[in-house]
């Protein structure tokens, strides 16, 4: 399925979200900036992985 074809936004429910999500879409989900999204795993304070020059947080973090 394209990953771009479903927006994500704070009511995304957790089932429907990728297993990893790109820093906009983790940006998007949290309604906050890239750009804390970025310091977040710069700091380990939110566990990503990367792949090339992605950061991609994994799906478990927003568990609730």
Known sequence: SDMSATEITRQTPYDHLPQFL?????AA???TSTW???EATRR?????????????????????
């Open 22 to 26: 790109t820093v906009r879409e983790a």
């Open 29 to 31: 989900r949290l309604g």
């Open 44 to 64: 380990g304070e939110m566990p990503s992985k990367r792949l090339g020059k992605f950061i991609l947080v994994p799906r478990a973090f927003f568990k609730e």
């Open 36 to 38: 804390f999204i970025r």
